[in-house]
T-cell receptor
Framework: DAEITQSPRHKITETGRQVTLACHQT?????MFWYRQDLGHGLRLIHY???????NKGEVSDGYSVSRSNTEDLPLTLESAASSQTSVYFC????????????FGPGTRLTVL | QKEVEQDPGPLSVPEGAIVSLNCTYS??????FMWYRQYSRKGPELLMY????GNKEDGRFTAQVDKSSKYISLFIRDSQPSDSATYLC????????????FGQGTTLQVKP
């Protein structure tokens, strides 16, 4: 069965460290998205990609970067982790088109001390 | 002002109650309206999807869209403890971007 996975599921890091969160999907979807979820804010879009070598900034992209070298993966990098980046991070993917369901991964809980 | 507003709750109801969850939005270009359900410590999953105005029913769930009022609703009939979750509304202008704008989510607890 096709799926979308994230790793690690939990991560504790220190302020200033670089952190990379992995996202891997086997749906063969063109579109991939990274969100963060915080109490009172719902899901906020960080970065997204419509295909290999394509990346775009979302609503809250400062301090984050992504790269898309193949269809299956969209790693999210925190350049220099800050306590404000403590959050739950979700990766999602969808097929091309005006509307297509986004399939979400299980999330990564990141704590920055 | 956020593009999509959703009362975060929490909302607590007894089993068997009718639940009404609502979102308002400001962007008149939105055409696709979705409800996602998120169980604790899980990723969101699509529950209902509606295009433009009108109602859509799926079992105990009814999604309603009123574009004139920029207001969408999700009704749950005969609510069950297994319906306890966070419900997120999401919307798209349908411009082939695939991007969704999410509400803050409403946490629902259904007590046995």
């Amino acid at each position: 069965d096709a799926e979308i996975t994230q790793s690690p599921r939990h991560k504790i890091t220190e302020t200033g460290r670089q952190v990379t969160l992995a996202c891997h999907q086997t749906w063969n979807h063109n579109n991939m998205f990274w969100y963060r979820q915080d109490l009172g804010h719902g899901l906020r879009l960080i970065h997204y990609s419509y295909g290999v070598q394509d990346t775009n900034k979302g609503e809250v992209s400062d301090g984050y970067s992504v790269s898309r070298s193949n269809t299956e993966d969209l790693p999210l990098t925190l350049e220099s982790a800050a306590s404000s980046q403590t959050s739950v991070y979700f990766c999602a993917s969808s097929d091309r088109g005006a509307y297509n369901e986004q399939f979400f991964g299980p999330g990564t809980r990141l704590t920055v001390l | 002002q956020k593009e999509v507003e959703q009362d975060p709750g929490p909302l607590s109801v007894p089993e068997g109650a009718i639940v009404s969850l609502n979102c308002t939005y400001s962007n008149s270009a939105f055409q696709y309206f979705m409800w996602y359900r998120q169980y604790s410590r899980k990723g969101p999953e699509l529950l209902m999807y509606t295009y433009s105005s009108g109602n859509k029913e799926d079992g105990r769930f009814t999604a309603q869209v009123d574009k004139s009022s920029k207001y969408i609703s999700l009704f749950i009939r005969d609510s069950q403890p297994s319906d306890s979750a966070t419900y997120l509304c999401a919307m798209s202008a349908g411009s082939n971007t695939g991007k969704l704008i999410f509400g803050q989510g409403t946490t629902l607890q259904v007590k046995p």
